[in-house]
């Protein structure tokens, strides 16, 4: 069965511009869960969405949000885009049920 | 708070040796645990995973051992190859269904 689908692969952003950002999950999969992996700070859990209701949510600022549709598919948006945002934003498929967390291959964002 | 790290920020392993990666947790409530490997450009792959009710578990060429009482979980590789060189995040899950990472192994299979 086909895994986890990001899109697109890589962006570049001017600081202050927004961005959008998209994941479909593994067929069946009702969760999604949003990471970004910076050098510095490792990987940083962002939010996490079951049935299109955010169930859990990180310490980021509200400049990043995010929501998952009927098919389960996700987007994250960043708004207001800072250097510091540059990073590999991962999502995290599962069943929701606590186990089996499958990743894409990310979305590697540049801001310049 | 929770927080999951890796004894060693680097390994170098010769290719045929045996390869251990280990991590300390400190939240005690951490019921799940995942090792992912990760390569240049890609996401972390899943390797395995145990539960807190198991001590151990086996996979292909890889073992997990998990000491819930020291907190400590380990990840084995048998007869490590050059394409096991990347790096290695251990994960833990408590009841928020939310991972939390370590800072991740670096492992170097030498030829």
């Known amino acids: 069965k086909a895994g986890v689908t990001q899109t697109p692969r890589y962006l570049i952003k001017t600081r202050g511009q927004q961005v959008t950002l998209s994941c479909s999950p593994i067929s069946g999969h009702r969760s999604v869960s949003w990471y970004q992996q910076t050098p510095g700070q490792g990987l940083q859990f962002l939010f996490e969405?079951?049935?299109?209701?955010?169930?859990n949510k990180g310490n980021f600022p509200g400049r990043f949000s995010g929501r998952q549709f009927s098919n389960s598919r996700s987007e994250m948006n960043v708004s207001t885009l800072e250097l510091g945002d540059s990073a590999l934003y991962l999502c995290a498929s599962s069943e929701g049920n606590g186990y089996g967390y499958t990743f894409g291959s990310g979305t590697r964002l540049t801001v310049v | 708070g929770e927080s999951v790290g890796l004894h060693l920020p680097t390994l170098s392993v010769q290719e045929g040796d045996n390869s251990i990666i280990n991590c300390a947790y400190s939240?005690?409530?951490?019921?799940?645990f995942i090792w992912y490997k990760q390569e240049s450009g890609k996401g972390p792959q899943f390797i395995i995973d145990?539960?807190?009710?198991?001590d151990k578990r086996q996979g292909q060429r890889v073992t997990v051992l998990l000491n819930k009482t020291v907190k400590h979980l380990s990840l084995q590789i048998a007869a490590t190859q050059p394409g096991d060189s990347a790096v290695y995040f251990c994960?833990?899950?408590?009841?928020?269904?939310?991972?939390?990472f370590g800072a991740g192994t670096t492992a170097t299979v030498r030829a």
């Open positions: 969405y079951f049935s299109e209701t955010q169930r």
């Open positions: 939240n005690s409530a951490s019921d799940y």
């Open positions: 145990i539960r807190s009710n198991m």
């Open positions: 994960a833990e899950r408590s009841n928020d269904y939310k991972l939390s």
